[in-house]
């Protein structure tokens, strides 16, 4: 059984920084692609960052590419999201999500495990 959980959530000021952690336990981690989603209150499930899971393939989301940085460390067994120049509109529960290789895609179904998520809170 594969496990998510994330960490590194908070409360920041607009323009702060933060990076939030994601640990994959259950199964070979370096074997799934992870990607970051977000949820805000009142709307949909949106797509924040991608990377393969040989770390050759990234993608963003136009709403944050420039400011968000998605990276992993397969010893560690751990993705990150490196998150700057935050604004209030970054507010969400961030969700990281790990999907089977053979697999590609940013559409949330094409996941198939899930954290509990980890609440971004930008102040203006």
């Known amino acids: 059984q594969v496990q998510v959980e994330e960490s590194g959530g908070g409360v920041v000021e607009a323009g702060s920084s933060l990076r939030l952690s994601c640990a994959v336990f259950g199964r070979s981690f370096s074997t799934y692609n992870v990607a970051w989603f977000r949820r805000a209150p009142g709307k949909e499930r949106e797509f924040v960052a991608r990377?393969?899971?040989?770390?050759?393939?990234?993608s963003y989301s136009d709403s944050v590419k420039g400011r968000f940085n998605i990276y992993r460390d397969n010893a560690k067994k751990t993705a990150y999201l490196q998150m700057t120049n935050l604004k209030p509109e970054d507010s969400a529960v961030y969700l990281c999500a790990a999907q089977d290789p053979s697999i590609s895609g940013t559409s949330f179904p094409s996941y198939d495990y899930w954290g509990q998520g980890t609440q971004v809170t930008v102040s203006s």
């Open positions: 990377i393969s899971s040989d770390i050759i393939s990234t």
